[in-house]
């Protein structure tokens, strides 16, 4: 049963398109997150939800737009997709903001062509 | 289904010892494996990696230990300073060309006491 999870798992694309990257956790965890894989060095936190309000927002393009339903689910939507936006997307979830333990998705790599 | 896991969520230390940061993973395939730092608010920054054909790999005060047939490796920080507070995630992967993603352990928060 897995905790947190991502799909899809590999997304090819063209410059220029809109794409959904969709993340679920079945831990009943408050605070989900969503990271970006730049390179092996660094994952840089892109957004923080706490019960489906947006808590941390770090500078991200305004083409990066999180929708969080309900606390579960937390999705990551990106218009206009540039070449740079070629990356790992990791989602994660943790009980709370203040809960250091985070469940790690399988992260979504994103080609733009 | 955690394939890599880090069963202490916590770890407290004084300053000048070691810390041992330990992490266990389930699938023998794993050929890679790094250990990250994170700080409140921000994304973890890698530290440290070990590929599955060493056993030991050493920057400065860390050093990783691996042992294959036990599918265990560890983190130790000789000695510990109050900056190296922080939570530190393992993480495997089936490859180190980067090609394949990657498998994070849970985290463990290290306070090093002054």
């Known amino acids: 049963d897995t905790a947190v999870s991502q799909t899809p798992k590999y997304l090819v694309t063209q410059m220029g398109n809109d794409k959904s990257i969709k993340c679920e956790q079945n831990l009943g965890h408050d605070t989900m997150y969503w990271y970006k894989q730049d390179s092996k060095k660094f994952l840089k936190i892109m957004f923080s939800y706490n019960n489906k309000e947006l808590i941390i927002n770090e500078t991200v393009p305004n083409r990066f737009s999180p929708k969080s339903p309900d606390k579960a689910h937390l999705n990551l939507h990106i218009n206009s997709l540039e070449l740079g936006d070629s990356a790992v997307y990791f989602c994660?979830?943790?009980?709370?903001?203040?809960?250091?333990?985070?469940?790690f998705g399988p992260g979504t790599r994103l080609t733009v062509l | 289904d955690q394939q890599v896991k880090q069963n202490s969520p916590s770890l407290s230390v004084q300053e000048g010892r070691i810390s041992i940061l330990n992490c266990d993973y389930t699938?023998?395939?794993?050929?890679?494996f790094l250990w990250y730092k994170k700080y409140p608010a921000e994304g973890p920054t890698f530290l440290i990696s070990?590929?599955?054909?060493?056993d030991k790999n050493e920057d400065g005060r860390f050093t990783v230990f691996l042992n294959k047939s036990a599918k265990h490796l560890s983190l130790h920080i000789v000695p510990s300073q109050p900056g190296d507070s922080a939570v530190y995630f393992c993480a495997a992967s089936f490859d180190q060309t980067g090609a394949n993603n990657l498998f994070f352990g849970t985290g463990t928060r290290l306070t090093v006491i002054p």
């Open positions: 699938n023998s395939m794993f050929d890679y």
């Open positions: 994660a979830s943790s009980q709370s903001e203040s809960t250091d333990t985070q469940y």
């Open positions: 070990i590929s599955s054909i060493k």
